[in-house]
């Protein structure tokens, strides 16, 4: 989808205004100071959920090996060396070696071994650890190791991803660093605030709500990071990080709002950072009672009143509202530009006369105070949404003042982004406004609504359960055949839409500020940090806290 959209942006995605690529922009050195309305979670990779976390995870480790930018999820092509400089398929496809670089290094200086590749799958898989992402791996079996740099990966069955499985879903972690700790108490221990990887950058301090900082690793196998660090400025808000960016306290700032980049039009110094995303946002129904999770959801666990939900908010005019041009209407559980996505669904439409309808059909009555009651129960509902996200916050007002024009009273419970997050991962909430970004493939939909990764388990914070999708899910990535794997994607996409646990709003089309003195790498879709190492600014440009004197790679 086209990002020229608004007039300031118009110039960048004309090629006038963005630099050259960073190949050949001078010397290493450098900061990027990133504005971020919303801190990280924690460091470890098979926790970590939030968009500083993940970043931070993505930089600090390395996987076995790494997706190319066209995100090929079939077999190995694209994928690229990263700790193992090579790999050996099994004839038969059930297993495959990963020979690992003797070059590699963990942070503190012990070499990676094919121990640590074992150690990590055992971890990310530990029921104990309670990773999100674990059932993405849930087709990798176990790893054993054939000598110190070969480790033998094994399978369950022979799949089209089953490379994809392993080498983009699993980051390696130095066993004699993380199993310290049980399983079980990793997620609060110092571990999960001061990572040790093997990546281009190293971490190096994290002050919550305030500052996280990673460093280029001068003594990396693949070189050394070109910038010399990279800091996260933690603010409450997204207006709080605009006026970081605007003042030149920070450089970059992910997403800003149609208002924010119309301000900054005429700012010298500064230009508009568009970036390809595989995020989509939604309004999501609780299937269980935010009380007694044991209990279906009063008001959701019919599906007369959620498809009354969706046909009683007019998602077209939200989208203009808040996002003017730089937004598309959501779908599903997908984002547009995945090879699955169908825009033809079939989902609820705006039509108030009909949600009406189906709210009196389910026995939700409208009482003298214009909201509606069963069997005595006001219809009255908690909406939690994230303070660190102008959109969603915004959409919060907008879906409070649409529902009670259909009798549903909406309490809207804002927080700052780790109190949202806790309320979501721990189901406290009959309703949430969440922006979900997903892998790049069809599976990517199991960690967030497969019945599986429902809550402690995984990533499905809903509760949503329909053995039809995750069957449907399943054959798609099974199927060797490209066109039958996407087909069996658009019936499940179809049958959760009938579902309706969800009212999908909007693709995130997302545009930010970057200072113009930074030239940057390729984007990639699943996190536009993936190419960071490589990022520069040329001497000419640097400003003060770009020069730190970190020095040049040691020997």
């Known amino acids: 989808l086209a990002l020229c959209l608004v007039p300031f942006a118009l110039a960048a995605c004309g090629g006038g205004e963005a630099p050259p690529a960073a190949a050949g922009a001078g010397p290493d050195g450098g900061t990027l100071v990133i504005a971020a309305p919303g801190d990280a979670d924690n460091l470890l990779p ?26 090929n999820t079939f077999g190995d092509a694209g994928f690229t060396p990263r700790l193992a400089r090579s790999w ?39 029921p104990k650890v309670a990773s999100p992402f ?72 994290w002050q919550p709500g305030s500052r996280l900082e990673i460093q280029a690793d001068t003594a990396n196998f693949r070189g050394r990071a070109r910038l010399d660090r990279v800091i996260w400025a933690i603010s409450p808000d997204n207006d709080a990080s605009f006026a970081q960016v605007m003042s030149g306290q920070a450089d970059l700032l992910e997403n800003a709002t149609p208002d924010q980049l119309k301000a900054a039009a005429g ?7 568009p970036w390809p995303s595989l995020q989509y946002a939604f309004m999501g129904m609780n299937f269980r009672s935010a009380k007694q999770r044991t209990r279906p959801n009063p008001f959701f666990a019919d599906l007369r009143v959620r498809r009354a939900i969706s046909m009683a908010l007019d998602r077209r005019a939200m989208l203009h509202n808040v996002f003017d041009s730089l937004g598309a209407i959501g779908y599903g559980p997908f984002p547009r530009v995945l ?36 069997d005595g129960v006001p219809f009255e509902i908690r909406l939690i949404a994230p303070t660190s996200s102008a959109f969603r916050m915004s959409y919060a007002v907008l879906i409070q003042d649409a529902l009670r024009k259909v009798g549903v009273k909406v309490d809207i419970d804002a927080a700052p982004f780790p109190v949202f997050f806790a309320k979501q991962t721990a189901g406290d909430f009959d309703a949430v406004l969440a ?35 995750d069957a449907l899910v399943d054959s798609a990535t099974a199927s060797f055949n490209a066109a039958a794997a996407r087909a069996y994607a658009v019936r499940a996409y179809q049958t959760i839409a009938d579902d309706a646990p969800a009212v999908w709003l909007y693709d995130v089309l997302s545009v930010g500020l970057i200072n113009t003195r930074f030239h940057e790498a390729p984007l990639r879709a699943d996190g536009w940090w993936e190419h960071l190492a490589d990022w520069t600014i040329p001497p000419a440009a640097r400003i003060d806290r770009d020069r730190i004197g970190l020095g040049a790679p040691k020997p």
Not at 53 to 63: E, P, S, Y
Not at 90 to 114: E, K, N, Y
Request: cysteine-free; charged content about 20%.
């Open 46 to 71: 098979p926790l970590s959920t939030t968009m500083v976390g993940r970043a931070v995870v993505d930089l600090v480790f390395d996987h076995l090996a790494e997706i190319g930018d066209a995100m």
């Open 88 to 126: 050996t398929w099994a004839p038969d496809s059930t297993s495959i070696v990963f020979h690992l670089d003797p070059r590699a290094r963990w942070h503190d200086g012990q070499p990676v071994r094919a121990g640590d590749v074992r150690f990590s799958l055992a971890l990310a898989k530990n």
């Open 339 to 374: 090879s699955t996505a169908d825009t033809t669904l079939r989902i609820p439409r705006y039509d108030l006369a009909h949600a009406q309808a189906l709210l009196d059909s389910a026995g939700w009555r409208t009482g003298p105070d214009s909201i509606r009651r069963k």
């Open 267 to 273: 700012h010298a110094g500064i230009r508009p950072f």
């Open 435 to 469: 922006g979900y970004s997903t892998d790049p493939d069809a599976a990517g939909a199991v960690q967030s609504w497969g019945t599986k990764s429902i809550i402690p388990a995984g990533g499905n914070y809903l509760s949503y359960s329909d053995p039809t999708f």
């Open 134 to 205: 674990a059932q993405a791996l849930a087709n990798v079996d176990s790893a054993t190791v054939l000598d110190s740099l070969d480790a033998k990966v094994w399978f369950h069955r022979h799949t089209p991803e089953e490379f994809f499985d392993v080498a983009y879903q699993l980051w390696i972690v130095p066993a004699h660093v993380y199993d310290t700790v049980p399983p079980e108490k990793l997620a609060t221990s110092e571990l999960a605030r001061r990572p040790v990887g093997s990546g281009r950058f190293r971490f190096v301090s």
